[in-house]
């Protein structure tokens, strides 16, 4: 039997990548036309699975350092060409998730002859196979370029929702919603890993905040959306087909578009010109997380699994995740059921979002003033505890609809706490493998909480709902004590970390250069990307943050 090593993920392997050679200099005497390799030029050695970004800088014929002020410039070109694609896919993707809701006060219910728990099961379905599907897309994430992905899977889901049309009964909505799920699983995914790819851990908060603030212009302007293609009298399509298809051939043309403009990473952009591109790069060192290796490491997943911190964001997508689920697939049924006809309920579900975009973006300012998320966290709590209590103590009498509806409006402030839950996890974790497993967790517990949420509410329970808001109720609370504990854990890994830091000689605090903000910093000739005692060497050897004591964590 042939001798076998069995290969350390972590043990470094190498790749041989080809440098520029002096052509002239090097053909043979004897053969004009033949080339010979330089012998100390031709090829530079580096160990496989290290970071890309370091690669690129082992390239560079010069050093890159980072000013304040070219580190402001260089993100303002990133913001003007990342974000616009994020934003607008993610009101695409909410605006198709909410097709249902707006369908259901459109007469879908009665014309498809959904009964029981069916219309229940077509708001969770789509979780199911986003939760099924969440480790492949981990995979991919790693091992394939990210824009040309996701420009695929949108263009995937924007044909399922145009084929929604042709569906009559319980049977062809649960088979489309379920196609429509597993190509949607990749999407908030992606954008977490394109934050923590392009953003400084300082910048990363606001930007999760904006894409998922999306949540909010949708229930504002798709609701004003369904309320007019309500209007169209159509001989051949109802209203809510009408729906189905004008969201769906919009998701398309846009997956084009996000094909051609949406870059696969910082290395390869080709918007960013000369240095633009290195400058790019090297600002995001003092993360400590790297930007992508391009190699599936076992032993960063082994280390997700048995890590305290990913089952601790894992329980925290789960449980605001069972509400957000109920509440979005039932809100106008909610709503509905104060009394108002389909026209004024759509209506009256703008509000709902105009309040989540003030609460998610809010929220997010909040925690980047303070440097803190889990206070932000637990105050974002209370405005949901309140509002399922007032929905379950006042009656459903005319008098109470003013009532009802400040109470309603109040529990949407809930959608500013997943985009913070996605920030605090994203940089509190290093390692691309591990960082992407973790983000899999994440989605893992809220596909599972969403295919909960709506089966807490039943259509034949209105118009109380008591079962579905009390159990929202127990888990706001029971999330407020999980952002405590998470605030436990990170402090002590802080001091373990620092405590092994002196055990290396090195300083027991040192200043976390990737969360100072551009905007707050004196100095803009000040060097961003490495600190004192060459903190920041190992910011991109692909390490996790339990394995290098240099990673500072923020709660």
């Given at each position: ?87 607008f896919i993610y009101c695409l ?124 212009i949708v229930n504002m302007l ?127 579900n703008i509000p709902f979002g ?202």
């Amino acid at each position: 039997m042939a001798d076998s090593k069995e290969r350390d993920d972590n043990a470094p392997e190498t790749i041989r990548v080809e440098q520029a050679m002096d052509v002239e200099a090097n053909k043979s005497a004897a053969d004009p036309d033949r080339v010979e390799p330089a012998p100390d030029r031709a090829r530079t050695v580096y160990p496989r699975g290290l970071d890309k970004a370091a690669e690129i800088l082992k390239q560079a014929d010069h050093e890159v350092v980072v000013t304040v002020v070219e580190s402001r410039r260089v993100v303002k070109l990133i913001d003007w060409r990342i974000l616009p694609i994020l934003l607008f896919i993610y009101c695409l993707q909410s605006l198709d998730k909410n097709t249902l809701s707006y369908a259901s006060v459109f007469g879908l219910i009665t014309d498809t002859g959904l009964k029981g728990d069916e219309y229940s099961w077509l708001g969770s379905v789509v979780y199911v196979a986003q939760l099924v599907f969440q480790p492949l897309v981990a995979y991919i994430l790693v091992k394939f370029p990210i824009g040309k992905f996701l420009a695929f899977m949108v263009f995937c889901w924007g044909a399922i929702l145009c084929g929604m049309v042709a569906a009559h009964n319980f049977t062809g909505l649960l088979i489309s919603r379920l196609f429509l799920g597993i190509f949607e699983a990749a999407v908030a995914p992606t954008f977490v890993a394109v934050i923590q790819m392009w953003y400084r851990r300082r910048e990363q908060t606001t930007r999760n905040a904006a894409w998922y603030s999306m949540l909010g212009i949708v229930n504002m302007l798709g609701s004003l959306l369904s309320y007019g293609l309500g209007h169209i009298n159509s001989g051949v399509l109802k209203s809510y087909q009408i729906i189905f298809l004008f969201c769906g051939c919009l998701t398309v043309t846009w997956s084009i578009v996000t094909f051609i403009f949406m870059p696969d990473s910082p290395m390869t952009a080709k918007f960013l010109k000369g240095d633009d591109k290195l400058i790019a790069i090297e600002r995001l060192r003092m993360n400590q997380q790297g930007i992508g290796s391009g190699v599936w490491k076992w032993a960063h997943v082994w280390e997700a699994m048995l890590d305290p911190k990913t089952w601790l964001w894992f329980s925290m997508m789960f449980v605001i995740s069972i509400p957000s689920g109920g509440i979005s697939t039932f809100g106008p049924l909610i709503i509905q059921s104060f009394g108002f006809d389909s026209f004024t309920t759509i209506l009256f579900n703008i509000p709902f979002g105009a309040v989540q975009m003030i609460a998610t973006l809010g929220g997010a300012w909040l925690a980047d003033k303070i440097r803190m998320k889990a206070p932000v966290l637990m105050l974002l709590c209370l405005g949901p505890i309140a509002g399922c209590s007032i929905l379950l103590a006042v009656g459903r009498a005319a008098s109470d609809r003013a009532v009802l509806l400040v109470g309603y409006y109040i529990i949407s402030i809930y959608p500013g706490i997943s985009p913070l839950i996605y920030s605090w996890s994203g940089q509190n974790t290093g390692g691309d493998t591990k960082r992407k497993v973790t983000t899999a967790m994440l989605f893992i517990g809220s596909n599972a909480g969403n295919i909960i949420g709506p089966l807490l509410f039943r259509t034949d329970e209105k118009p109380r709902y008591t079962r579905g808001l009390t159990a929202n109720l127990v888990l706001f609370v029971l999330l407020a004590v999980l952002v405590a504990l998470g605030m436990l854990l990170i402090k002590f890994l802080n001091v373990k970390h620092a405590k092994a830091r002196v055990a290396l000689g090195k300083p027991e605090k040192i200043v976390d250069l990737s969360m100072v903000d551009n905007r707050e910093t004196a100095n803009d000739d000040d060097v961003l990307n490495q600190g004192a005692d060459n903190v920041g060497e190992r910011g991109f050897e692909d390490l996790t943050d339990l394995k290098n004591e240099d990673f500072i964590y923020v709660y």
